[in-house]
């Protein structure tokens, strides 16, 4: 529980309230993709490989530029925490936090995941949502955050205490991180970055604005599509907190695999190329 305010409110508190919010980043002149010419090869994929990810850890995949991949629920109501690198190079990693400054709280239909600072540049689009029509409910959740950062061990200490619990979705996504590249665990700790919460209903409670998440609406048979703007490598966690309903970082929820289905299509989108690292000249005013 958040204290009072111990400050007297000054006497134009009210019209201080009343500033109108101005966007940050105005979606209008933000480059968008043509939607169209991606979704144009939907019905002539080739599916060529599937990767699936075990309850309470994670697994790796690569797409390479130019395909799409799917996170699929394929057994029951579960969500899944996702990191994404340049397969090719990887300190270019998934940006949540410009992600979710460029397009809000959660991502769906033709949004853009970006990557980090220097490149900060599209590493993929999402090209279909099965979950597009839950929208924002009364609450103001909704779904695939990037907001949150990922159930880790070092808070789940904090707030336990002293507790030491390894299936939390930092540690899998460390484990299977250091698994793929050889790289040795505490090294491929700090490549763990914050993530896309897959399939996770999330928002900011109204009175004291606290992250919050309830049951996801995800059932077998939905999926998030995405097209590979780079060569990618993917790492994604099954939650430990299953559907998210009551708790993460728990061995008590029900948890389920989630499954990555990654299609070649027949041709590229036209007018598509690979987006180049962003053009900023990097020398910060001196």
């Not at 309850?55 to 996170?71: D, M, S």
Request: aromatic residues 10%.
């Amino acid at each position: 529980m958040k204290p009072r305010p111990i400050t007297e409110a000054p006497a134009d508190a009210d019209a201080r309230k009343a500033v109108k919010p101005v966007i940050c980043y105005p979606v209008q002149s933000l480059p968008r993709p043509d939607l169209s010419a991606y979704r144009a090869l939907r019905d002539g994929l080739e599916l060529v490989e599937t990767v699936t990810v075990p309850p309470r850890e994670a697994a790796t995949w690569e797409v390479p530029a130019g395909h799409f991949f799917r996170i699929l629920c394929s057994e029951g109501s579960q969500v899944g925490d996702l990191n994404l690198f340049n397969r090719d190079n990887l300190s270019e990693r998934f940006y949540s936090g410009k992600t979710r400054a460029l397009n809000g709280t959660h991502v769906g239909l033709g949004d853009q995941l970006f990557s980090s600072f220097p490149y900060l540049r599209p590493m993929a689009t999402i090209t279909h949502d099965t979950l597009d029509w839950y929208g924002f409910d009364a609450f103001g959740g909704s779904v695939h955050d990037v907001i949150g950062t990922r159930c880790d061990p070092y808070t789940h200490n904090l707030l336990s205490h002293g507790g030491q619990y390894h299936h939390c979705c930092h540690s899998n996504l460390t484990r299977a991180f250091a698994a793929r590249t050889g790289k040795p665990l505490a090294e491929a700790e700090t490549f763990i970055h914050d993530v896309l919460n897959v399939f996770m209903c999330t928002g900011f409670t109204r009175d004291t604005g606290q992250y919050f998440m309830k049951a996801s609406p995800v059932r077998p048979g939905d999926y998030l599509e995405f097209f590979a703007e780079i060569d990618l490598l993917g790492c994604m966690s099954a939650c430990p907190g299953g559907d998210c309903s009551a708790e993460h970082s728990s061995d008590s929820a029900a948890c389920y695999p989630l499954v990555v289905e990654i299609y070649r299509p027949a041709r590229l989108p036209e007018g598509w190329s690979p987006p180049p690292v962003n053009g900023y000249n990097r020398s910060h005013g001196l």
